[in-house]
């Protein structure tokens, strides 16, 4: 299969805990991007980055890409009830194609 | 203000009925995108249009017709709907660039129910 797969598929945390959640990818890339999905709302953009980068920083995310091992990792520090969300990563290979995972759920417990 | 915009939002009918929902985004992109997402949450591509011509389908079933009257409207015609076509359906948008490298901006989605 083409798809990111995420770990864990499920994730519970106390608010102010970080979170981090994984995916996982078989084929080469051009670049990684994580995605946001709100109960009942459509995906929400977070953060790209390129096959050829290994860290990206945005505010409170922070992504990782192992190439070598075709994973990535997206890490939210000090998290908020407002980030109770799924989570979900996209691999993409070229030609305006996304292949999405099924995605992390995420819980922050106030 | 709405950036990408999907009509109607909910959709419920009868197996064998034929339905379309809409969409339009007002960011100026040049491509444009239907998505499935079923009830397990998988998110999966259906089709792509740059600027007016279909560039990706990905085995959908031909009894859905994707149209695209200019580069802003991306619509989905669905015939002879099915119990398997039960899910939510996402419109979504990005600027051309042909390496996938732009990001992707999303409707609201359209929870279609087939009874």
């Known amino acids: 299969s083409q798809q990111g797969e995420e770990d864990p598929q499920a994730l519970s945390i106390q608010e102010g805990e970080n979170a981090t959640m994984n995916c996982s990818y078989k084929?080469?890339?051009?670049?990684l991007q994580w995605y946001r999905q709100n109960s009942g709302r459509g995906l929400v953009h977070l953060i790209l980055i390129r096959s050829n980068e290994r860290e990206k920083h945005s505010g409170r995310l922070r992504v990782t890409l192992d190439t070598s091992k075709k994973s990535s990792s997206l890490l939210i520090t000090a998290s908020r009830a407002a980030d109770t969300a799924s989570y979900f990563c996209?691999?993409?290979?070229?030609?305006?194609?996304?292949?999405f995972g099924q995605g992390t759920r995420l819980t922050i417990n106030p | 203000d709405t950036a990408v915009s999907q009509t109607p939002k909910y959709l419920v009918t009868q197996m064998g009925n034929d339905k379309s929902i809409k969409c339009e985004q007002n960011?100026?992109?040049?491509?444009m995108y239907w998505y499935k997402q079923d009830s397990k949450k998988f998110l999966k591509i259906m089709f792509s249009y740059n600027n007016k011509e279909l560039i990706i389908n990905e085995t959908v079933p031909n009894r859905f017709s994707p149209k695209s009257p200019d580069k802003a409207h991306l619509n989905l015609h669905i015939n002879s709907l099915e119990l398997g076509d039960s899910a939510v359906y996402f419109c979504?948008?990005?600027?051309?660039?042909?390496?996938?490298?732009?990001?992707?901006?999303f409707g609201p989605g359209t929870r279609l129910t087939v009874l």
């Open positions: 084929t080469s890339i051009n670049n």
């Open positions: 979504a948008s990005s600027r051309g660039g042909g390496l996938g490298d732009n990001e992707q901006f």
């Open positions: 960011l100026g992109h040049d491509t």
């Open positions: 996209a691999i993409s290979q070229g030609a305006q194609k996304l292949v």
